[in-house]
């Protein structure tokens, strides 16, 4: 930890190491925590129920600066997208997805990604760096604030692959979900990956209890070699072994996401395939139709979305056909950081 910690990266625990440093009682951790994290209150000065000396030390020994939304940007449908720019460098997107009311934050893991998915605008945009627990955490906290209402949930399907940055990813949902910090439910709170073996094992063994996701998008090795390159160091065979562990040790069930590309990976032959590929799993399946066109991968027509959702229907698997959000501004999955020009 540098002399100056950044706030927002301090865990409950971390608080307490840290007043205990002061020669102050431990629920002072508590206290601060819940300002950040519960109130929305980012300025130690606003934090009444310290003293006034002890407020001062605080804002002398932390760095209490929240992430500038630099651009805010409203979807027909509701869906917001944020544009942060978070410790005074990197520029990172968060969405906020309005369904019937109940509020979820997408959140993202890295500033760009890795993995590099031909599809994806996040992919396109190259790789930056990870971001830290605090930097993760705080795109909730700072949308919370924003809108003034709670936000029910979280899912981790912004920029980035969480299981390229699996210790901080894994923070930020313990901060979340704290008691004592902001307290979000872990089943309320969701990692999606693109299938990184190692990552889904490190979840598993946290016993965290969140729930997972995975982006498969094809159930033959060589077309996911293509539409997720990560396939090639983490073949399906792994990437089974890996569900079924998870499965075996949590008992929750596993999120299929499954994009459909027009004549890639939308036949009749691939639900087939896909079915084959499933049994034995508890899974639920999202198919979600391709959103924007990059790179020449482009949406399946609705009676191949509707053909293969019959295919996986007959097979036995519960599927959803997932309708897009925030489209016209950007925000919808895979299209974060499409239109960041600023
Ligand atoms: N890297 C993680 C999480 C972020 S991507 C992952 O890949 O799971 C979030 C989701 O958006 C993934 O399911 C991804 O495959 C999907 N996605 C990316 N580009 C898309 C596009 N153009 N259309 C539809 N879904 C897309
Ligand atoms: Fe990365 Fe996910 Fe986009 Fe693939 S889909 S490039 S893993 S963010």
């Not at 930890?1 to 608080?15: G, H, N, V």
């Not at 310290?50 to 804002?59: E, H, P, Q, T």
């Not at 079915?275 to 482009?298: D, K, M, Q, T, W």
Request: hydrophobic fraction near 40%; glycine fraction near 10%; aromatic fraction near 8%.
């Amino acid at each position: 930890m540098s002399a100056t910690p950044w706030a927002f990266d301090l865990s409950y625990d971390e608080w307490g190491a840290y007043f205990a440093g002061m020669g102050q009682p431990s629920y002072r951790a508590g206290q601060v925590c819940a300002w950040l994290w519960k109130r929305g209150v980012f300025d130690p000065e606003e934090m009444t129920d310290l003293g006034k000396d002890l407020r001062a030390a605080l804002a002398d020994g932390a760095d209490f600066s929240p992430p500038d939304i630099v651009r805010d940007l409203k979807s027909r449908d509701g869906t917001r997208k944020f544009l942060l720019r978070v410790r005074e460098s990197s520029l990172i997107e968060s969405a906020l997805i309005d369904q019937h009311g109940r509020l979820t934050a997408c959140l993202s893991t890295q500033v760009g990604c890795p993995v590099g998915c031909p599809f994806c605008a996040t992919g396109a945009s190259g790789f930056e760096r990870n971001l830290s627990a605090g930097e993760i955490a705080v795109q909730f906290a700072v949308m919370e604030k924003f809108i003034g209402r709670e936000i029910s949930s979280a899912v981790f399907m912004g920029m980035g692959e969480p299981f390229l940055n699996t210790e901080q990813t894994l923070r930020a949902v313990r901060m979340l979900n704290h008691g004592k910090a902001r307290g979000l439910g872990i089943r309320h709170i969701a990692i999606s990956t693109a299938g990184v073996v190692p990552g889904i094992s490190a979840f598993t063994e946290s016993g965290l209890g969140a729930r997972l996701a995975v982006s498969l998008h094809a159930a033959d090795n060589d077309l996911r070699n293509e539409l997720v390159p990560c396939n090639t160091s983490y073949p399906l065979k792994d990437l089974m072994a890996s569900l079924k562990e998870y499965q075996e040790k949590t008992g929750d069930r596993v999120t299929i996401e499954y994009a459909l590309f027009k004549k890639k990976n939308d036949s009749v032959e691939h639900a087939r395939e896909l079915a084959r590929f499933l049994r034995g799993l508890h899974v639920y399946v999202n198919l979600i139709p391709c959103n924007g066109s990059l790179n020449g991968y482009e949406r399946s027509d609705a009676e191949a979305v509707l053909r293969f959702q019959s295919v996986l229907k007959s097979a036995g698997f519960e599927s959803e056909i997932r309708a897009s959000h925030g489209g016209d501004i950007s925000a919808a999955c895979g299209q974060l950081r499409a239109g960041n020009e600023i």
